[in-house]
Structure formats: structure tokens, C-alpha cells
């Protein structure tokens, strides 16, 4: 069943990504379903299933390439300037439950959902959305006093900040500590914090941005010791269960 699966996402991979140019791409999107490169991207697909299944499971094969069409077509007619990075992460996630689907098909397996409601998985699930989610708003609530100030100093600054980028550095950085700490690599945290700091020096190196300085100093430690105190309470309430 592994094998089996493995050699099917394989296959996909090199499929939709490493044998689709990126001029096939943009074609597909401005012609739709009357771009003939959307058909030798199906061809492409349907012949690295053959090759690399060795011309076996032939129907497997026909479900998986009919439906990568069906799924394609339908991306390129919703797709949109605004809409394109959520159909794209959608059009894999359909792609990759076919493939899973197809597996069960040929070869089925147990799917045991029980463990979900485990308390250990329970546990972990619940420190992984306080290490994204909930600790970014305790930040926000804790840095509330600061975010007039900053604002206002950063207006006669060069340049601007990207949409949501912070918040999510923010919930990368802490993931990262996290799970350093499960596999117990403390010292993997003292590199992310000296990379984190090269990459804001050229921000921070200027004289009259002191409050900058000050507020991504505690923001970064606010962040960093929220993970760090989640990591360990994890690990000590997952030892006594």
C-alpha cells in the first residue's frame, strides 16, 4: 500500500510540476479548456503513471488522469487575480484525495480515526493552536500601548511592510521553537534567534528608530518565551499521561 502510494505522488509531482513549463501554464490560463497544453500535460501525466507503475493498475491509471482533468479544467474556469493561491493549494488537495482514494481502491487499508480524540493528540493539538493563534493575540493585547507609537515613527520611514507578515513570521517563529524543544534541540533556538536578528539589523541599525529597536526586542522575546514555557508544559504534562 505504501509503495503503491508513494509511486503515485511521485509520479503527480513530476507530473504537475516537474514536467509542466511555466509558458504551458500561462497558456492554460488564458485559453482554458481550448489550450492543447492542457491535454499534453494530461498526456505527460498519463505516461509517468504508466512507466512508473510498469503499465499495471491500467484502471487506477484512467481514474486518476480522468479526474486530474476534470479538476484542472475546473481550476482554470474559477480561477482569478484573487483567487488563484487558494485554488491552487484546493486543485493539490483534490489531486492528492484521489490519489489517496485510488490507493484505498486498489489496495485497501484500515482507517482508524480514534486516535485523533486521543488525549495525547488532544494535547498536542491544543498547545500547536496556543503556539499560532492564541499567543499571537496575547502579543497584540501586550503590545497594545506600543502600536500607536511604532506606527506613527514608521510612517516617515522608507518603504512599507507586506499584508499579515508579521503575524505570520510570528507564528513560523514560534512553531520552529516548539518544535525544537519536542525533539529537544535547545540549541537550534539560539541559531533562529541570531537569524531572526541579522535579518532585522538593517531595520534596527538606525539611531532614530531606538523605539523600533525596543518594541521588535520585546515582541521577539514575548514570542519566543511563549513557545519555550508551551514547549515545556507540553513535554511535562505528555510525560505524566
Not at 500561462?26 to 510498469?54: A, N, P, R
Not at 476534470?70 to 474556469?77: A, E
Not at 535579518?199 to 518594541?215: A, I, S
Request: hydrophobic share 50%.
Amino acid at each position: 500500500m505504501t509503495l503503491l502510494a508513494l509511486k503515485l505522488i511521485l509520479a503527480h509531482f513530476i507530473g504537475d510540476f516537474v514536467l509542466q513549463p511555466a509558458h504551458w501554464v500561462e497558456d492554460k490560463l488564458q485559453k482554458k479548456g481550448k489550450s492543447k497544453y492542457l491535454y499534453f500535460h494530461i498526456g505527460v501525466h498519463l505516461l509517468t503513471l504508466l512507466l512508473i507503475l510498469q503499465f499495471r493498475h491500467l484502471g487506477a491509471v484512467a481514474c486518476i488522469v480522468a479526474t486530474h482533468l476534470l479538476i484542472d479544467l475546473g481550476k482554470l474556469y474559477l480561477t482569478s487575480p484573487k483567487n488563484y493561491r487558494w485554488l491552487f493549494v484546493l486543485d493539490q488537495v483534490l489531486h492528492l484525495l484521489v490519489i489517496a482514494s485510488t490507493v484505498y481502491w486498489v489496495k485497501p487499508f484500515p482507517i482508524d480515526l480514534s486516535g485523533l480524540w486521543e488525549e495525547k493528540s488532544l494535547l498536542l493539538t491544543t498547545f500547536l493552536v496556543f503556539v499560532t493563534f492564541v499567543s499571537g493575540i496575547i502579543m497584540r493585547m501586550l503590545l497594545a500601548p506600543y502600536i500607536d507609537e511604532i506606527a506613527k515613527e514608521d510612517e516617515s520611514g522608507e518603504g512599507g511592510s507586506l499584508k499579515n507578515a508579521g503575524t505570520y513570521i510570528g507564528m513560523l517563529e514560534r512553531l520552529f521553537v516548539f518544535g525544537f524543544i519536542l525533539i529537544q534541540q535547545w540549541a537550534a533556538i539560539g541559531l533562529l534567534i541570531a537569524a531572526k536578528s541579522v535579518f532585522r539589523f538593517g531595520d534596527l541599525n538606525k539611531g532614530k528608530n531606538r523605539k523600533l529597536t525596543e518594541y521588535v526586542l520585546i515582541g521577539t522575546l514575548l514570542s519566543f518565551g511563549l513557545a519555550i514555557l508551551s514547549g515545556m508544559l507540553y513535554i511535562y504534562l505528555s510525560d505524566r499521561m
